[in-house]
């Protein structure tokens, strides 16, 4: 199932206008913030098994590199918008640790387009993972569209 731009605008006001609407009405912020981690870790873990066959770090398997292709398109295409309530940033003193900075929930976020990016990578590695040279073609582009959402709107490590 694919999204058309404007669908996936619209996923993205969803997104920051359900943050508005879950700090009001008292969200667990601490148990959203573990989801949107958990999510990001299921991300990771899938990335792996792709980027492992890419640097050839493990054998190509196809069955194994389309589940993790397709399960990266699912996990994209999820509403996330309970995972991002307003006051889970860095400077909100929570107990539970969160890397994602204030600038995700102000107006000139372009979050919108970071999520279409991303949307839009995981779709082209899922059609082309049947084969090592469709994921090594697609490793570059899926690393830009999660770099390029954790460049302006996750702490770094440093």
Known sequence: MTFTRPIMMGLTAALVAGSTVLAASHVNVEGAVK??????QLYAFNIGILGNMAKGEVDF???S???AADNLAALAKIDQSAYWPAGSSTEDGLEVKTRALPAIWESDSDIGTKITNLVEATEAMAADAATLEG???NMRSLGGACGGCHEDYRQSDN
């Open 35 to 40: 989801a949107r981690q958990s999510h990001m």
């Open 135 to 137: 994921v090594q073609a």
């Open 61 to 63: 398997d196809a069955a």
């Open 65 to 67: 590199a389309q589940a």
